[in-house]
């Protein structure tokens, strides 16, 4: 397995563990000094993932690009919104997905390259890192949730 599948793999374990260890009534608290809830990290996470590396062949609902993508807030939500515990199952689902593709094609340039983001190497290692700064987010929210209750 390549080196970017390693982290990618570690760093998804890594925000599962974040998750697991919260309190589910915890997810949809925003903590002073914060934009949005952990429930929106979680979609945020997906969304992205899925636009950078499956674009066009995204299999997430429609509706996902309005409660998760960049400048939405918890607080505009209308509609259905999907559960944490639906968002783990995806976000487990998805990097099954990812570690699908062929690792030949790490070094083929996109169609429209984004942010200096040229191969699918590129895209990855962007989700990788995107992935790690929620991560941190995450785990500051559950610390200020967890010492406040």
Known sequence: MSYIKNQLKMTRSSLIKEIDELSPEFMDIQPTGFNNTIHWHLGHVLCVADKFLFGKSSNLPENYGQLFGYGSKPSDWTGN???TETLKQQLQEQLDRILEIPEETYKDKVETPFMGMETVEDF????VLHETNHIGQIHAMKLLIQSSN
């Open 81 to 83: 919104v999907p559960s």
């Open 124 to 127: 990855i290692s962007t989700v």
